[in-house]
């Protein structure tokens, strides 16, 4: 009889692949993780326990058929374990990297709350596509048949390419335009490359591009086309733009020199480290953290990539100011302590009054507690008075959030109606907005969310144009 590859749990304990040293990996750019060896990925996939309703597919945006792949990743037949992977995401490596897997996947795994630690989903998950990349497995885009209808799509990010990929594999004529010179969106520009190193993003883009899809980079919508040309151009719209208008800080002395955005600190140094670019604000010192005292506001995932890319960096301290505590903070618990074994300072239940010096030098902080539970639930933060201290700081780093540009006003698009925190108001599933024929998904519906989310969205709003070509060629006939 067969061996039983599965239902390991009880006798092999959960093991991450190998993370590099906090003292070697604090100096470069690379992936913290490693790969799995082949022997590691099959006993690790083997202690899935197979439920017969698996949380874990429950609460993965893309529903993904993990027991399955888990499964064929164990019995060694791992090119049926990629197939069944691709069948339901776009880009299985990039969420196997960077997905908060223990608020998604693993952290409803079953034998995780029964004590055993749960399956390591996300790093089995990247094992098979990048071994899929190694092996030729996966396939060029190539559509059965091309088809008369084209989409533009407006915004490279992980929710525009998830929405090209399946509109191309259609056989539809699909033009990305993106105002950046590189497709990816934040995949590119935002998450740091020790998250997610670069040219796994790159063959993606690349395998579109091959595959017929048609990106039109540098060219800002509503500055080099407008949305009107875009719509006359194309029998469908849709709108991926994400969102990127900074949350400010106030307080006297916020707009002082050193007192930057983060996401003007992050794609510098993806521009330049990563990538090779000559970017004048970091080579001048403005957006590098080099031999320099940083203070970073915020506690999300943004904040947790500006700390560990400023320790790369060549900071002389780094610290973190939340105003809630670690308990209650936003960012993934995977990350905090990843950056404090890289030598990241927390100080919780703090938060910025003002600022001292042009160029700055101090951070005026006022002490927090945590108050009575808001709206929400969460408790909300009061300040202390009379406890406030300087931080000494040369660079300050805000973190705050990202909400959505008034695309109805830059795009003088009046019909395309948003919400009241700015977000295009679109139909949940198909991604309709609006305005007839114009489609939006990712963060600009969500607001800040996550690249699986936007993935989701994509390859679902791409379900529904196809629907709809269907139903327009059935009306023709
Ligand atoms: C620093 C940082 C770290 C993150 N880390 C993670 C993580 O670890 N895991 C995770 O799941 N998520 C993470 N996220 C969130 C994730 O990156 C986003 O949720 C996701 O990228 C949203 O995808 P999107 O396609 O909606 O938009 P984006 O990725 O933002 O892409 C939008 C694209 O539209 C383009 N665009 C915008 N306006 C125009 C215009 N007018 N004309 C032409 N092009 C335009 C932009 O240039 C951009 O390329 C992180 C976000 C940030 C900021
Ligand atoms: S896509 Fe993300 S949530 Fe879904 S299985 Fe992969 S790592 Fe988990």
């Not at 700081?393 to 395309?416: N, Q, S």
């Amino acid at each position: 009889m067969a061996k039983q590859p599965m239902l390991k749990f009880v006798t092999v304990g959960r093991d991450m692949p190998e993370k590099r040293a906090a003292d070697a990996r604090a100096h470069d750019f690379q992936e913290i993780y490693a790969e799995f060896a082949e022997r590691k990925a099959e006993e690790q996939a083997g202690r899935c326990s197979q439920c017969g309703v698996p949380y874990c597919q429950s609460h993965c945006p893309l529903h993904n058929n993990i027991p399955d792949w888990l499964k064929l990743t164990a019995e060694g037949r791992l090119e049926e374990a990629y197939e069944v992977s691709q069948a339901t995401n776009t880009f299985p490596e990039i969420c196997g990297r960077i997905c908060p897997q223990d608020r998604l996947c693993e952290g409803n795994c079953v034998i995780e709350q029964s004590g055993h630690g749960t399956v390591t989903i996300g790093a089995v998950e990247k094992y098979i596509t990048d071994t899929a990349w190694e092996e030729g497995w996966v396939k060029p885009l190539t559509p059965a048949q091309e088809r008369p209808e084209s989409v533009g799509i407006i915004g490279a990010g992980p929710g525009g390419l998830a929405a090209a990929d399946v509109l191309r594999r259609a056989g539809v004529q699909v033009t990305v335009y993106d105002r950046y010179d590189r497709a990816g969106g934040l995949m590119t520009y935002g998450i740091p490359g020790f998250k997610l190193e670069k040219p796994v993003v790159m063959r993606r883009n690349e395998q579109l591009e091959a595959g017929g899809v048609t990106f039109r980079l540098n060219c800002a919508v509503g500055e080099d086309i407008s949305f009107e040309q875009i719509r006359e151009e194309h029998d469908a719209v849709i709108i991926a733009t994400g969102v990127y208008k900074s949350r400010e800080l106030q307080g006297p002395g916020a707009g002082a020199q050193g007192i930057v955005r983060a996401i003007d600190f992050l794609t510098a140094s993806n521009r330049a480290v990563n990538f090779g670019d000559s970017v004048p604000e970091f080579e001048s010192g403005e957006l590098n953290a080099e031999g320099k005292r940083v203070v970073v506001i915020g506690g999300g995932d943004t904040a947790m990539d500006c700390v560990r890319t400023s320790i790369r960096q060549g900071a002389t301290s780094v610290k973190c100011l939340y105003r809630r505590d670690r308990h209650n903070m936003p960012g993934s618990q995977r990350e905090v302590a990843n950056a404090e074994e890289e030598g990241v300072e927390f100080e919780w239940l703090t938060a910025p009054k003002g600022f001292k010096g042009d160029p700055v030098n101090a951070v005026v902080v006022q002490k927090m507690r945590l108050g009575q539970p808001d709206a929400t639930g969460r408790q909300s933060p009061e300040v202390i008075e009379g406890a406030d201290y300087d931080e000494p700081a040369d660079l300050v780093i805000k973190a705050l959030g990202f909400e959505p540009e008034e695309l109805p006003k830059l795009w003088g698009a009046d019909g395309l109606e948003v919400t009241r925190w700015g977000t295009v108001k679109a139909d949940f599933g198909s991604g309709e907005t609006s305005i007839p024929g114009v489609y939006a998904v990712g963060d600009i519906v969500r607001g800040a969310s996550l690249v699986v989310w936007a993935i989701r969205d994509g390859r679902d709003c791409a379900s529904a144009v196809l629907d709809r070509f269907a139903a327009t060629a059935v009306a023709a006939e």
